[in-house]
């Protein structure tokens, strides 16, 4: 609180620092997801290019849900244990050891919309591994989940900020 209430470093530095380097760890998981795409033959120019801002919605969206993590966590501390259990269920609901066309088509319509990951997931595996005919309209979804998620949990923290800092 003494750190946040009496230094110039803006608030948000504090949770984009964190996003920062869970961001530089999956630049490097994704290029070794990159070697792996050139050393199969699956690699093209086109789709590293269409992953950079790809890979920029997907900051946005992990900052935006920070954002509203970090002051859940301020007025309850219990947060912390919720979203370790809700960020599991969605890992193990995200389609990584399957395609949502194995699934019925209402579990899949669930999957798809309800789980924000699912869309970045399927993106990203169009863009390295082209199995599957790259989806513009998933792709502009993923731009606008990053983005509106991003700006929603940022102006969240902007009106509770103070709240939040009184709180701790």
């Known amino acids: 609180r003494e750190i946040l209430l009496n230094s110039t470093i803006f608030r948000e530095d504090f949770i984009l620092a964190d996003v920062c380097m ?17 050393f199969y033959g699956l690699f093209t120019w086109k789709s590293l290019l269409f992953s950079l801002p790809l890979l920029v919605a997907y900051t946005g969206i992990v900052s935006g849900i920070g954002f509203i993590v970090a002051l859940l966590h301020c007025f309850a501390t219990d947060i912390e244990h919720i979203w370790r259990i809700v960020s599991r269920l969605f890992l193990f609901i995200t389609p990584v050891f399957y ?6 088509p209402a579990f899949s319509r669930i999957i798809y919309w309800d789980n924000p990951l699912t869309p970045f ?3 990203f595996r169009q863009l390295m591994v082209g199995v599957e005919p790259f989806s513009l309209i998933n792709y502009f979804y993923c731009i ?10 940022y102006f969240i ?12």
């Open 121 to 123: 997931l399927i993106a």
């Open 22 to 38: 869970d961001a530089y760890k999956f630049i490097i998981e994704l290029i070794l997801c990159w070697g792996l795409s050139f």
């Open 144 to 153: 606008f989940l990053g983005g509106g998620f991003f700006i929603l949990g």
């Open 99 to 104: 395609e949502l066309h194995n699934l019925s």
């Open 157 to 168: 923290f902007i009106i509770f900020e103070n709240k939040a800092i009184e709180r701790i």
